[in-house]
């Protein structure tokens, strides 16, 4: 049984913008601690974006703040992560997770940025 779906993943040029969605079932999204991780071919998998499920209390990794915006959607039980000026380094495989003491993950959707 899938519980966390990521969607919005793609090709886009250096410079442009993606959205991305993880929707997840009601009773993982309450009170949870929505995350995206990203893992590019050869590194480890690296802790992107978090926020509560509530919207509130978000953080960015270094390499993104003022580029990526995280963001939820409480009736719709739904984080997004907005990208905007992305670059060739953030192609990687998107992860969404919700841990709320489990870890709930999603299988991932592919961003390829190109140059």
């Known amino acids: 049984q899938v519980r966390v779906v990521e969607s919005g993943g793609g090709y886009v040029q250096a410079g442009g913008s993606l959205r991305l969605s993880c929707v997840t079932a009601a009773y993982i999204f309450s009170g949870a601690r929505m995350r995206w991780f990203r893992q590019a071919p050869g590194k480890e998998r690296e802790l992107v974006a978090g926020?509560?499920?509530?919207?509130?209390?978000?953080n960015y990794t270094e390499s993104v703040k003022g580029r990526f915006t995280i963001s939820t959607d409480i009736p719709r039980n739904t984080v997004y992560l907005q990208m905007n000026d992305v670059k060739p380094d953030d192609t990687a495989v998107y992860y969404c997770n919700a841990f709320t003491g489990l870890n709930y993950w999603g299988r991932g959707t592919q961003v390829t940025v190109s140059s």
């Open positions: 926020i509560n499920s509530d919207g509130r209390d978000s």
